[in-house]
């Protein structure tokens, strides 16, 4: 299989958990030729191989191809290009984006087994999730996202918009992108208990 039939597949998948509804969200790959990235304006639940598109280091599609890429090329371009991923993953999920609000200056997750979804301990592990404010400027808010990044923690929430999760592959970007909107839905819940 082709990395643009798991980037087809990765898309109708977290379209189908409600994170990409509509033609929200991206994801990107990269493969033995560079990097793949989801065409700008398509339906995730029936994106195909063929709506892979392929970009430069700098995010921009790459000549003689037939679709656009997502406006949010760049930032995937810049998590892998220069924070050495495999592949990230750009989701509108909910979760994050209250998260996001309710803690600002950065949402912080610990003592929950789920931690160990994103690479932490289960117990006295306190991580740190950056939030970032948002820009239609990618080149701004691929600098932004770069710069509040933790080695540690492998997500970036942009306020009033979505998570940016990477990995070395991009199924550990999803398994990420499901272990955090999990964890956030969890810390949004003890919070609404009053034991956040």
């Known amino acids: ?24 969200g991206n994801v990107s790959v990269r493969d033995a030729d560079g990097i793949l ?43 892998i290009t220069e924070a050495g991923a495999g592949a990230a993953v750009h989701v509108h999920s909910l979760a994050a984006v209250e998260a996001a609000a309710r803690w600002p200056g950065g949402v912080p997750l610990v003592d929950v087994e789920q931690l160990k979804g994103i690479g932490r301990g289960a117990h006295g592990d306190l991580a740190i999730v950056p939030v970032v404010a948002n820009s239609q400027d990618m080149a701004d808010l691929s600098a932004r ?31 990420r992108t499901e272990s955090f909107d999990w964890l956030f839905e969890h810390a949004l819940r003890l919070d609404r208990l009053g034991r956040g």
């Open 37 to 79: 990235v989801t065409a700008s304006g398509i339906d995730k639940s029936a994106v195909e191989s063929a709506d892979a598109v392929r970009i430069d280091a700098g995010g921009a599609a790459l000549p003689g191809q037939e679709r656009s890429a997502s406006a949010e090329a760049p930032v995937h371009a810049a998590l």
């Open 145 to 175: 996202i770069l710069a509040a990044r933790d080695p540690g923690v492998p997500g970036v929430i942009v306020a009033e918009h979505g998570l940016y999760t990477w990995g070395s592959s991009l199924a550990e970007a999803i398994d």
């Open 1 to 24: 299989m082709s990395a643009a039939d798991d980037l087809a597949r990765a898309s109708r998948r977290l379209y189908a958990l409600g994170w990409m509804r509509g033609t929200s």
